[in-house]
């Protein structure tokens, strides 16, 4: 897909504000994107040491991206291709999360057009992202999907009505956005007042050697998480980091856990 590692840590433990879902024990983030976190989407892949797999939902719809590179990768490599659509292309990560992949040349910003989640009243949810959370509605197709933003700039968010109940399986995905710190408790205040779901207030997080920074994470009406940070110190933590491809390829190299589930006997566990 050509993403770029951005930035790769570990944790001996389980994160306070659920950051690698509802597990205990050793975890890693990898941080993975088409250049700054500052001005770019990225995609926060987490790996639990003692999970095996995950049982997917239906809530997260896929990621969409520009890059006919992407691809002209896939052909070569043999990764199965489904199109979809005129120069549209849908493409299956190994844990099962969707891909479509534009086949149009690499925007010079970020190629990064559109995250989809799935909402059983797109009516209920297009009000609390737009009027609670800001978010502007850009394109309305019908009482089907609703694409909104922040900016023009940006990643738009695709809310896709599936007329049904979202079940978000056992993967515990989630939204971030970062925010002005001083606007954090002012949101959660809103929240409160307008009855809606806080799933971790106002809290501060520690990455070992980094930034610390807080957050407030909430639920929209189909319990999607929606993570807001501080940004002045979320600026200082997002640093992209040159030793990131490294750490990565250590990390891996010196993950034995599957050795020792081995060795015991055991599996993994089915999250």
Not at 59 to 87: I, M
Request: glycine residues 8%; charged residues 25%; aromatic residues 8%.
């Amino acid at each position: 897909l050509c993403f770029d590692i951005l930035r790769h840590e570990e944790f001996e433990e389980g994160c306070k504000a659920t950051c690698n879902g509802p597990y205990d024990g050793k975890w890693s983030k990898t941080m993975v994107g088409f250049g700054p976190e500052d001005d770019h989407f990225a995609a926060e892949l987490t790996y639990n040491y003692g999970v095996g797999e995950y049982r997917l939902g239906n809530d997260f719809l896929g990621l969409t991206l520009q890059s006919s590179q992407a691809v002209s990768n896939a052909k070569r490599l043999g990764w199965p291709l489904t199109e979809v659509g005129k120069a549209l292309y849908l493409a299956e990560a190994p844990g099962g999360y969707r891909f479509y992949l534009v086949d149009k040349e690499q925007p010079p910003n970020d190629p990064v057009q559109k995250v989809c989640l799935a909402v059983s009243d797109l009516q209920k949810s297009t009000h609390y992202w737009s009027s609670l959370l800001g978010m502007k509605v850009i394109e309305r197709h019908e009482e089907k999907t609703v694409l909104m933003g922040f900016a023009d700039t940006q990643c738009k968010l695709e809310l896709h009505n599936i007329g049904g109940t979202v079940d978000h399986g056992t993967a515990f995905g989630r939204i971030a956005f970062s925010c002005p710190r001083e606007q954090l408790a002012d949101l959660e205040a809103l929240m409160t007042k307008e009855n809606q779901k806080i799933l971790t207030p106002l809290i501060s997080l520690d990455t070992p050697g980094k930034a610390t920074v807080e957050v407030v994470i909430l639920a929209d009406p189909d319990a999607h998480e929606i993570c807001f940070v501080g940004d002045e110190a979320f600026r200082q933590l997002s640093q992209m980091d040159p030793s990131g491809n490294a750490l990565l390829d250590k990390a891996m190299a010196e993950d034995k856990s599957d050795d020792w589930f081995a060795k015991h006997n055991k599996q993994k566990a089915s999250a």
